[in-house]
């Protein structure tokens, strides 16, 4: 299983699922992140962590540990 | 009903042009305040087109879900206070995200007008949007807009009036078979006796099993298990939770309603903010701009004043408020003015000295601070506020603090009231709460005098003193950063830190200056009436006490030989410690009176002395006052008496040095230092307090961070005392054993696990 942590910089990659309940998943669904979705990733915050993607059409920064629970081909 | 006055809500994403629209819609026709007991802002304002209608400016927002307090904020007030309609706004240039709220307004039973903003720059980029068609499918009229110009905000509020008064909007969009077969049942069950056009949002929520709706509706168990049901089949046939299946249908609903209706000509262009993105973030760059954004920021309103060759304007105009209207005019202006009318002494006293000194040290700030409001607004409005949160997240949320917290603690090593404002940019509340109390732990200007204070005269002006000051601030803020953030009071709301980056624009300088303004006149309301509240207090505890049995201005009894004789001289010199000569008339005023038996707090700290105790106390009117009591205390006399004080009190450093000794049994410099750790650390001065009570917008939580603060000051320093004197020597088992309990203590709760909070708690 391939998480949205673990793609690249410059990647675009697809949202197949994502794991986890609760608040956090909700608030990254109602960003926009939901299954199917394309999800550019744009760059590295420069200490590492969060990380910028484009999806959408618009620029979101989200945690790496939040990333790990979006699902990704 | 015609009569009765309209009330439009005005809802929106955040960035979306909102703030612009509800000013230009509104002009100066504004009320500014917070929602009840949170620290969100609330604006309300009386249309220019029609006075008699309302526009409440709501949060902005991403959805209507439960989980953030400005999306609970906004769903109550459209649920419970019912406007006639809403103003919605949306930003063209990013319709997806912002019809995923519109789609779940419509649901609301309220009329839904949507005002279309940034059309001119989809336009621009080569692009289309079918506007005719979007309000067909979304079953409520599109006005175009330009926030920013002013184009189109006139229809847009003709719109909603006339929607309030007659519109009607019904929810266009469906879901998916098993969803709808599981709202149908729900509706029957639970809310058929509601109003029919709210059913369908009550039943979503109850599908979503949204808790704050299904508690609102106090449904019984029964009830309950039987919409359960319904829900885990659809869950079951779709093989998601309920909430993502909601989510899921409204981006897919979306997705194809738009694909006739948007049409994209150029894809792949960079933007002009995508560029400047490019460097602004860039991963060598970023830190390197982020360092000198600050310096600019801090140099420009609190730096060197440009008077002195640096560049702080903010500084400049703040000196000069200071010597020339606060001085000149406003104390020396007063007091000869009143003296020419024949006041009574103690009035004029009262007004020069005590009042008016203290507006005036507040009113010499706030030129520096709207200088300093004013960066933090072109910050904010500009878009680069986002990318310091982006930047410095990793660092700050370890101690439960935002990325966006650096700006406060910055802004508090000049002063803590600006910083405790500057909180305000912080989204989350628990972020926000937790900056603004700890903020204050770090030394600001007027805490610099003490430290001069203290190094100086025990020191020998050692300089590691100033840096071990800075230090303790830091270290004070990660400690109860850490420690604060596991526990109850802060345990209870998450943090999601999914944030939207914005795209950078120039500053629209109208929202700027508004901003800058709200922000100061906030601080001169607020902390104005409590410093002049307090200075007048503590110039009354400092003239007024009882001496030898009789009650008035100490001042002006001990000008009596008949109430001051040498007898009496002797038995304050006997209850004050000192020798007779020493005596003066403050030894008698309520203040040293009081500061008397209250030294006994500060015994097991080092300082338990009546002299360090009252500078203490009178440190709360403002950090300044510990040193300028001191010259006072220890009786600095020039040959004509009148001499000021320098800044760091180098007239009576011998004094200090010597009654530090005396009273902490030789132990004076570790006595010094918890002084001074207690004093850098404790409640910080009464407009600061003032400010802190503003952005809590609670009383609850003003005096839990008032209090923590003071208890961590005591406890640091009492550690530092306890501790310190087994290697200095005449260590005291009892305290020892204590000190070691709050250490551990301390410890414990630094490095307990800990696990971050799911759910939103608000009543």
Same mark, same amino acid.
């Given at each position: 299983?391939?998480?949205?942590?673990?793609?690249?910089?410059?990647?675009?990659?697809?949202?197949?699922?994502?794991?986890?309940?609760?608040?956090?998943?909700?608030?990254?669904?109602?960003?926009?992140?939901?299954?199917?979705?394309?999800?550019?990733?744009?760059?590295?915050?420069?200490?590492?962590?969060?990380?910028?993607?484009?999806?959408?059409?618009?620029?979101?920064?989200?945690?790496?540990?939040?990333?790990?629970?979006?699902?990704?081909? | 009903?015609?009569?009765?006055?309209?009330?439009?809500?005005?809802?929106?994403?955040?960035?979306?042009?909102?703030? &612009?629209?509800?000013?230009?819609?509104?002009?100066?026709?504004?009320?500014?305040?917070?929602?009840?007991?949170?620290?969100?802002?609330?604006?309300?304002?009386?249309?220019?087109?029609?006075?008699?209608?309302? $526009?409440?400016?709501?949060?902005?927002?991403?959805?209507?879900?439960?989980?953030?307090?400005?999306?609970?904020?906004?769903?109550?007030?459209?649920?419970?206070?019912?406007?006639?309609?809403?103003?919605?706004?949306?930003?063209?240039?990013?319709?997806?995200?912002?019809?995923?709220?519109?789609?779940? $307004?419509?649901?609301?039973?309220?009329?839904?007008?949507?005002?279309?903003?940034?059309?001119?720059?989809?336009?621009?980029?080569?692009?289309?949007?079918?506007?005719?068609?979007?309000?067909?499918?979304?079953?409520?009229?599109?006005?175009?807009?330009?926030?920013?110009?002013?184009?189109?905000?006139?229809?847009?509020?003709?719109?909603?009036?006339?929607?309030?008064?007659?519109?009607?909007?019904?929810?266009?969009?469906?879901?998916?078979?098993?969803?709808?077969? #599981?709202?149908?049942?729900?509706?029957?069950?639970?809310?058929?006796?509601?109003?029919?056009?709210?059913?369908? /949002?009550?039943?979503?929520?109850?599908?979503?099993?949204?808790?704050?709706?299904?508690?609102?509706? #106090?449904?019984?168990?029964?009830?309950?298990?039987?919409?359960?049901?319904?829900?885990?089949?659809?869950?079951?046939?779709?093989?998601?939770?309920?909430?993502?299946?909601? &989510?899921?249908?409204?981006?897919?609903?979306?997705?194809?309603?738009?694909?006739?209706?948007?049409?994209?000509?150029?894809?792949?262009?960079?933007?002009?903010?995508?560029?400047?993105?490019?460097?602004?973030?860039?991963?060598?760059?970023?830190?390197?701009?982020?360092?000198?954004?600050?310096?600019?920021?801090?140099?420009?309103?609190?730096? &060197?004043?440009? #008077?002195?060759?640096?560049?702080?304007?903010?500084?400049?105009?703040?000196?000069?408020?200071?010597?020339?209207?606060?001085?000149?005019?406003?104390?020396?202006?007063?007091?000869?003015?009143?003296?020419?009318?024949?006041?009574?002494?103690?009035?004029?006293?009262?007004?020069?000295?005590?009042?008016?000194?203290?507006?005036?040290?507040?009113?010499?700030?706030?030129?520096?601070?709207?200088?300093?409001?004013?960066?933090?607004?072109?910050?904010?409005?500009?878009?680069?506020?986002?990318?310091?949160?982006?930047?410095?997240?990793?660092?700050?949320?370890?101690?439960?603090?935002?990325?966006?917290?650096?700006?406060?603690?910055?802004?508090?090593?000049?002063?803590?009231?600006?910083?405790?404002?500057?909180?305000?940019?912080?989204?989350?509340?628990?972020?926000?709460?937790?900056?603004?109390?700890?903020?204050?732990?770090?030394?600001?200007?007027?805490?610099?005098?003490?430290?001069?204070?203290?190094?100086?005269?025990?020191?020998?002006?050692?300089?590691?003193?100033?840096?071990?000051?800075?230090?303790?601030?830091?270290?004070?803020?990660?400690?109860?950063?850490?420690?604060?953030?596991?526990?109850?009071?802060?345990?209870?709301?998450?943090?999601? @830190?999914?944030?939207?980056?914005?795209?950078?624009?120039?500053?629209?300088?109208?929202?700027?200056?508004?901003?800058?303004?709200?922000?100061?006149?906030?601080?001169?309301?607020?902390?104005?009436?409590?410093?002049?509240?307090?200075?007048?207090?503590?110039?009354?505890?400092?003239?007024?006490?009882?001496?030898?049995?009789?009650?008035?201005?100490?001042?002006?009894?001990?000008?009596?030989?008949?109430?001051?004789?040498?007898?009496?001289?002797?038995?304050?010199?006997?209850?004050?410690?000192?020798?007779?000569?020493?005596?003066?008339?403050?030894?008698?005023?309520?203040?040293?009176?009081?500061?008397?038996?209250?030294?006994?707090?500060?015994?097991?700290?080092?300082?338990?002395?009546?002299?360090?105790?009252?500078?203490?106390?009178?440190?709360?009117?403002?950090?300044?006052?510990?040193?300028?009591?001191?010259?006072?205390?220890?009786?600095?006399?020039?040959?004509?008496?009148?001499?000021?004080?320098?800044?760091?009190?180098?007239?009576?450093?011998?004094?200090?040095?010597?009654? @530090?000794?005396?009273?902490?049994?030789?132990?004076?410099?570790?006595?010094?230092?918890?002084?001074?750790?207690?004093?850098?650390?404790? #409640?910080?001065?009464?407009?600061?307090?003032?400010?802190?009570?503003?952005?809590?917008?609670?009383?609850?939580?003003?005096?839990?961070?008032?209090?923590?603060?003071?208890?961590?000051? /005591?406890?640091?320093?009492?550690?530092?005392?306890?501790?310190?004197?087994?290697?200095?020597?005449?260590?005291?088992?009892?305290?020892?054993?204590?000190?070691?309990?709050?250490?551990?203590?301390?410890? /414990?709760?630094?490095?307990?696990?800990?696990?971050?909070?799911?759910?939103?708690?608000?009543?």
């Amino acid at each position: 299983m391939k998480t949205l942590r673990e793609a690249k910089v410059g990647e675009t990659v697809r949202v197949v699922k994502l794991h986890g309940e609760g608040a956090v998943k909700r608030r990254i669904m109602d960003m926009g992140i939901t299954k199917g979705v394309e999800v550019f990733v744009r760059k590295l915050a420069p200490l590492g962590d969060p990380i910028e993607v484009n999806v959408r059409n618009y620029e979101l920064s989200i945690r790496k540990a939040d990333a790990e629970m979006i699902e990704v081909e | 009903m015609e009569n009765r006055q309209l009330r439009i809500a005005l809802a929106g994403n955040p960035n979306s042009g909102k703030t &612009t629209l509800f000013n230009k819609l509104t002009g100066s026709n504004q009320f500014v305040g917070n929602w009840p007991g949170v620290t969100v802002e609330k604006k309300e304002g009386k249309l220019i087109v029609d006075k008699e209608v309302v $526009l409440t400016d709501l949060p902005g927002i991403y959805s209507l879900s439960p989980y953030t307090l400005e999306e609970v904020v906004a769903r109550n007030y459209l649920i419970e206070e019912k406007p006639d309609a809403i103003l919605n706004i949306v930003d063209a240039t990013n319709l997806e995200r912002n019809l995923y709220l519109t789609t779940q $307004l419509t649901e609301l039973g309220i009329p839904v007008v949507i005002a279309l903003n940034m059309m001119d720059l989809v336009k621009k980029a080569g692009d289309s949007i079918n506007v005719k068609e979007l309000s067909r499918q979304l079953g409520c009229p599109i006005v175009e807009i330009s926030a920013l110009k002013g184009d189109g905000i006139k229809d847009a509020a003709l719109a909603a009036i006339e929607a309030a008064k007659n519109g009607k909007t019904i929810p266009q969009h469906s879901f998916s078979g098993p969803v709808e077969h #599981a709202l149908a049942h729900i509706e029957e069950v639970t809310v058929h006796n509601l109003p029919e056009e709210r059913q369908r /949002w009550y039943a979503i929520k109850l599908f979503e099993r949204d808790e704050k709706v299904v508690e609102s509706l #106090a449904l019984s168990d029964e009830i309950k298990a039987h919409i359960e049901k319904d829900i885990q089949a659809a869950e079951k046939e779709l093989d998601d939770d309920a909430e993502s299946i909601i &989510t899921n249908e409204r981006y897919i609903y979306i997705g194809q309603m738009l694909k006739g209706i948007y049409k994209k000509k150029g894809k792949g262009q960079l933007s002009v903010s995508d560029k400047i993105d490019k460097i602004v973030t860039n991963r060598i760059l970023a830190l390197p701009i982020f360092v000198l954004v600050m310096w600019l920021v801090y140099a420009l309103s609190m730096g &060197t004043s440009i #008077a002195d060759g640096g560049i702080g304007i903010g500084t400049f105009l703040t000196d000069w408020t200071n010597d020339v209207i606060g001085g000149e005019w406003l104390q020396g202006g007063s007091r000869a003015l009143l003296e020419s009318w024949n006041v009574a002494p103690w009035l004029v006293g009262l007004i020069s000295d005590g009042i008016l000194a203290g507006v005036g040290a507040v009113l010499g700030f706030v030129p520096q601070m709207l200088v300093l409001f004013l960066m933090l607004c072109i910050l904010e409005d500009c878009g680069y506020m986002a990318r310091i949160a982006f930047i410095m997240d990793r660092i700050f949320r370890r101690f439960g603090l935002s990325g966006k917290s650096f700006i406060p603690m910055l802004v508090a090593t000049g002063c803590g009231i600006p910083g405790v404002m500057a909180s305000r940019t912080i989204e989350n509340e628990r972020d926000r709460r937790m900056t603004i109390t700890t903020t204050t732990f770090m030394p600001c200007g007027a805490k610099m005098p003490i430290i001069g204070l203290i190094a100086g005269a025990l020191f020998g002006g050692s300089t590691w003193v100033a840096t071990s000051a800075y230090f303790i601030g830091v270290a004070a803020i990660i400690i109860s950063g850490v420690m604060l953030k596991k526990t109850k009071r802060f345990a209870g709301d998450p943090a999601p @830190f999914v944030m939207e980056l914005p795209a950078y624009h120039l500053p629209a300088w109208g929202n700027v200056l508004r901003g800058t303004w709200e922000r100061g006149w906030s601080f001169i309301k607020r902390a104005g009436t409590v410093i002049v509240i307090s200075s007048i207090v503590i110039w009354f505890l400092t003239s007024f006490g009882s001496v030898n049995g009789r009650f008035g201005m100490v001042k002006d009894l001990y000008e009596d030989d008949t109430v001051v004789t040498d007898k009496y001289i002797a038995v304050v010199a006997d209850r004050m410690g000192i020798p007779e000569d020493e005596v003066e008339p403050m030894d008698d005023s309520i203040l040293a009176r009081v500061a008397q038996p209250v030294s006994i707090v500060f015994k097991p700290l080092g300082f338990g002395d009546w002299k360090p105790t009252a500078a203490t106390v009178t440190g709360l009117v403002a950090k300044e006052e510990v040193v300028a009591n001191f010259g006072i205390m220890y009786a600095y006399d020039d040959a004509d008496g009148e001499e000021e004080l320098e800044e760091n009190g180098d007239q009576i450093w011998d004094r200090v040095d010597e009654d @530090f000794n005396a009273f902490s049994g030789g132990h004076g410099k570790l006595a010094a230092f918890a002084f001074m750790i207690f004093n850098l650390l404790c #409640a910080p001065c009464f407009a600061a307090m003032g400010a802190i009570k503003r952005e809590m917008n609670s009383a609850k939580w003003t005096w839990f961070a008032i209090g923590y603060q003071c208890c961590f000051a /005591w406890v640091i320093a009492f550690i530092v005392w306890q501790l310190g004197r087994v290697f200095a020597g005449g260590m005291n088992a009892v305290g020892l054993v204590f000190a070691l309990v709050m250490l551990a203590l301390l410890l /414990w709760q630094l490095f307990k696990p800990y696990k971050e909070a799911q759910k939103l708690t608000i009543k």
